[in-house]
């Protein structure tokens, strides 16, 4: 999905539809819904919406799979890149998070979508708020058995130290 700069009304353009994307990090289980708003100020594009995507995770604690659906809100200006001629390295402050910059007269909506959904989903993902996750020492889910290791663990090779508390 490609917008023409140019031809952006005055009153702004709403977009709706779906996109089937291809992601590295994150298996998408459908095309990401998008619902946006793109409007022309000067040279700035601006771009409000949200986008919705179903994608497959695995839980940071059991490492088993999940489904979620992430929602992302979008809240973005894109900036002409001749801003940015004749600085060789540019460092984005905490306010311009939400700042793009595009070439030419046309703006690609498929790599914002790609670029929102994976800054949207989580690094650690969990299953559940619940989840209790694996036995450290014998692998056991303790989402659904329970293991026979003892709560108090100690790392063999600090074992020397306790006999320091010993004393």
């Known amino acids: 999905m490609k917008v023409v700069i140019s ?3 005055d009153e702004g353009l709403d977009l709706e539809g779906e996109e089937s994307l291809e992601l590295d990090v994150i298996k998408l289980i459908s095309p990401v819904t998008a619902r946006l708003r793109v409007e022309k100020v000067g040279q700035e594009v601006i771009i409000r919406g949200d986008l919705t995507a179903h994608v ?6 059991c490492l088993k799979d999940f489904r979620r ?13 001749e801003e940015l001629r004749g600085e060789e390295r540019y460092e984005l402050k905490g306010e311009e998070l939400d700042m793009g910059f595009y070439a030419g007269d046309e703006l690609d909506i498929q790599e914002l979508m790609k670029e929102q959904v ?4 989580p690094m650690k993902p969990l299953c559940s708020e619940a989840c209790k996750g694996i ?3 014998c ?7 329970s293991c026979s290791c003892s709560e108090k ?3 063999p090779r ?3 130290l306790k006999k320091l508390l010993d004393k």
């Open 7 to 9: 031809e952006i009304p």
């Open 139 to 145: 692998g056991t889910d303790l989402n659904t058995d």
């Open 69 to 81: 659906e992430v929602l992302v809100p979008v809240d973005v200006v894109y900036h002409p890149a």
């Open 135 to 137: 036995c450290l020492r």
């Open 56 to 61: 497959e995770l695995q839980c940071g604690r």
């Open 118 to 121: 994976i800054l949207n989903t």
């Open 153 to 155: 663990y100690i790392d």
């Open 158 to 160: 600090l074992e020397v």
